[in-house]
């Protein structure tokens, strides 16, 4: 790039609120991990992307590891609303809404043809065994998503087993989510995708079906 087209894109970027700035780049680095992996993205493709210099990019991250951390950090911000808020609006109930949750990753799958898988559970894969800063995101990551779930199980009240540990069940869910969009990676196809859900909804319907027989039982 010649010094004017530099100077040009200095002075356009210079109108841009920084805060704007950087989540151009969280955004862009979050698709293209996604998309492309972390080790495979360069830091040349990054700022193609988001349209800023070198210079704009080191200012907020001064390298590759602190833009992944970044990115970690960012998920962690933009998780319920992009990606639980939309299933809250689907329905009221609880259980309902984990399959709505459910249904949203199986559209998105669909759209990508059972390609690049969830965003987090990618990264959990290619750099948690290198980065401790980044695994300990990641598992923050899975933690607030669990978190939320196990919000929604509390809300049904006795229509699941006192003895149930909603805790435990949200992580499930989860192992639910990640092992399903995985294998359904490996098939090509939602199949075992489909088939997770399918039984995790007869456990939610055997859970239920036990909730209400110790219910009869405590009016006798």
């Known amino acids: 790039m010649n010094d004017q087209l530099c100077l040009e894109r200095s002075i356009k970027e210079d109108r841009i609120p920084p805060s704007d700035t950087k989540t151009r780049i969280l955004d862009v680095a979050f698709r293209l991990f996604h998309e492309q992996g972390y080790h495979a993205t360069g830091i040349a493709t990054i700022l193609r992307e988001a ?12 390298s590759k590891e602190a833009l992944l951390i970044g990115v970690l950090e960012y ?17 009221e109930d609880g259980i309902e809404r984990i399959f709505a949750l459910l249904a949203n990753y199986r559209t998105g799958m669909e759209m990508f043809q ?17 980065h401790p800063p980044a695994r300990a995101l990641i598992d923050q990551n899975f933690r607030n998503w669990a978190a939320v779930i196990e919000g929604w199980l509390r809300s049904v009240g006795d229509r699941l087993p006192p003895s149930a540990d909603l805790g435990q069940l949200s ?20 199949v075992p995708f489909d088939e997770s ?5 007869a456990y939610f319907n055997l859970l239920q079906e036990q909730a209400r027989a110790a219910r009869e039982v405590g009016k006798q």
């Open 51 to 62: 349209d800023v210099n070198s210079g704009s990019l080191y200012h907020f991250f001064p």
């Open 114 to 130: 059972c390609k690049m898988g969830c965003p987090i559970g990618n990264l959990a894969l290619e750099v948690a065994d290198d």
């Open 171 to 190: 992580r499930f869910i989860l192992t639910v989510m990640e092992g399903g969009i995985m294998q359904a990676r490996a098939a090509g196809n939602l």
């Open 197 to 201: 859900v399918a039984q995790l909804r």
């Open 75 to 91: 998920a962690t911000q933009i998780m319920h609303p992009v990606v639980m808020a939309p299933a809250e609006a689907a329905a």
